[in-house]
């Protein structure tokens, strides 16, 4: 079994953390939606591009019989052959361009580990073949971007999915089964989430991803795309779809000799009628960072990491801490959901974090926050039309 590796947590916590976050909760995905496995049907994917480095996910994960790698597409050989070398696969399965990866291996489905400016052109050529794609966060850089992929997954009837780390953390969805089953804290009123690592550079990411991550149009910027899109995509999930009235965003360059062209400093506010939610998303913290804060009227949750939580029911109750438990097997990583998507037709529930349409809404609050900081006010959600 090959480990995966993932830029934004150092690799022995992020190992635990990957074991630990082994599934999704009951009331996202279903125990009686399950298939058995008798019925399982392998899913023949390709993963397009290598410079992702969050595709050491796919790439190092056990073998479960639900996906097979059919073919990769990388035209940088000597990043392939690394790759190759250190989780085993065969240069063979190796194209230089999807057009020949598609037409030696017919995929079912495609998983794009490529610059987040290229998921488009993913979804371009797919498409109309009927090949249906998973994209790695964000879902598009930009909100024109997302538009037209929206407009080619409704055309060609795909399903076209976001992967985030943050999915798939089961102290998410205990947090979910708190809030939404038990009502455990009353109805929220304040979510904080504070996102990052001290740097990409720090961290030592490899150059391919340092590449384009540092790059404005690739990546549509820098702090702000990177790690904002988790608590935007969080928050619009627990509010059940809710859109925000008002999205505000305040960026700074605090290190321009390494970061010349991003910004490495985020805050995101997005005011809703009855709720705040402030995103932190920095390439500044003294550490690794993905954690989530949840207030109601009567208590609340913290997600400290991925299993790790703090409750508080209010009144005289005390603080309980708690480790999620870990969900069930087959529900627990992206590419185990894919395979149910595409093969046992299991619909994804309403704004699930994986879904289009909590992405479009992912989608359209980055857009506003990049805007917001630019100009330098308070943007309303109605300036921009939907379609």
Excluded at 11 to 24: E, I, N, V
Excluded at 143 to 165: F, K, P, S
Aim: hydrophobic share 40%.
């Amino acid at each position: 079994m090959f480990l995966p590796l993932r830029p934004t947590i150092p690799s022995p916590l992020l190992f635990a953390l990957l074991m630990a976050a082994s599934a999704l909760s009951a009331q996202v995905l279903p125990e009686a939606a399950a298939p058995t496995e008798a019925t399982t049907r392998v899913l023949r994917v390709g993963v397009v591009g290598l410079v992702h480095t969050h595709v050491h996910w796919i790439l190092g994960r056990e073998q479960r019989g639900d996906i097979e790698i059919v073919g990769s597409v990388e035209p940088n050989l000597d990043l392939a052959r690394r790759y190759s070398e250190q989780h085993g696969y065969s240069m063979d399965i190796v194209f230089p361009s999807i057009e020949a990866m598609v037409a030696a291996t017919q995929p079912e489905a495609v998983t794009a580990f490529n610059t987040i400016y290229d998921h488009l052109a993913v979804v371009e050529y797919c498409a109309p073949r009927g090949i249906h794609v998973m994209v790695e966060k964000p879902l598009a850089v930009s909100w024109e971007h997302a538009q037209q992929m929206l407009a080619l997954a409704r055309q060609h009837n795909i399903h076209l999915l976001t992967n985030y780390e943050t999915s798939w953390y089961p102290s998410h969805y205990e947090a979910y089964r708190l809030l939404h089953e038990e009502k455990a804290i009353g109805p929220l009123r304040r979510l904080l989430f504070h996102t990052g690592h001290p740097g990409p550079i720090e961290i030592g990411c490899n150059p391919e991803f340092l590449e384009w991550l540092t790059d404005p149009v690739r990546n549509g910027g820098g702090a702000l795309p990177d790690f904002g899109c988790y608590g935007a995509n969080l928050s619009t999930w627990l509010l059940g779809g809710q859109k925000p009235l008002r999205v505000a965003c305040i960026t700074q360059q605090i290190k321009p000799d390494l970061y010349p062209q991003v910004e490495d400093e985020a805050t995101i506010i997005l005011t809703y009628p009855e709720t705040q939610v402030i995103i932190q998303a920095s390439w500044n913290w003294s550490h690794n960072r993905k954690e989530t804060e949840l207030y109601g009227t009567g208590g609340y949750v913290i997600c400290e990491d991925a299993t790790s939580m703090r409750v508080f029911r209010g009144g005289e109750g005390e603080v309980e801490w708690k480790k999620a438990p870990a969900l069930r097997r087959g529900w627990d990583d992206p590419f185990a959901l894919l395979q149910k998507v595409v093969h046992t037709a299991y619909p994804l529930p309403a704004y699930a974090p994986s879904s289009l349409e909590n992405n479009l809404i992912v989608s359209k609050i980055l857009a506003l926050a990049k805007r917001s900081a630019r100009e330098g006010r308070v943007i309303s959600w109605g300036e921009w039309s939907e379609e």
